[in-house]
Nanobody, 112 residues
Framework: VQLVESGGGLVQPGDSLRLSCTAS????????MSWYRQAPGKERELVAR????????YYADSVKGRFTISRDNTKNTMYLQMNSLKSEDTAVYYC??????WGQGTQVTVSS
């Protein structure tokens, strides 16, 4: 199993970013997928989750209305569209696949 995140970077408050997670080594279309994040000095937290077909999603309260999780099963790729970014969104963002498979993480820094 391999999960490769991309799309992180340094942005200003209010900006947008789109993260991608490209998966291989398992049947992506049959797996619910998640994004987690870990800020410095804090525990890793669930940001968003999407079901196998993409019909159902879950968001942490802190990102609801600003972030959108999606997937393209034809490309084995999951996305996280992040709008109206805030400084508290600064973290390393990880892609997660069941059971206990993690990507290497991509850094998102929101700073003026």
């Amino acid at each position: 199993v391999q999960l490769v995140e991309s799309g992180g970077g340094l942005v200003q408050p209010g900006d947008s970013l789109r993260l991608s997670c490209t998966a291989s080594g398992f049947t992506f279309s049959r797996s619910a997928m998640s994004w987690y994040r870990q800020a410095p000095g804090k525990e890793r937290e669930l940001v968003a989750r999407i079901t196998q077909g993409g019909v159902s999603t879950y968001y942490a309260d802190s990102v609801k209305g600003r972030f959108t999780i999606s997937r393209d099963n034809t490309k084995n790729t999951m996305y996280l569209q992040m709008n109206s970014l805030k400084s508290e969104d600064t973290a390393v963002y990880y892609c997660y696949a069941p059971f206990d498979y993690w990507g290497q993480g991509t850094q998102v820094t929101v700073s003026s």
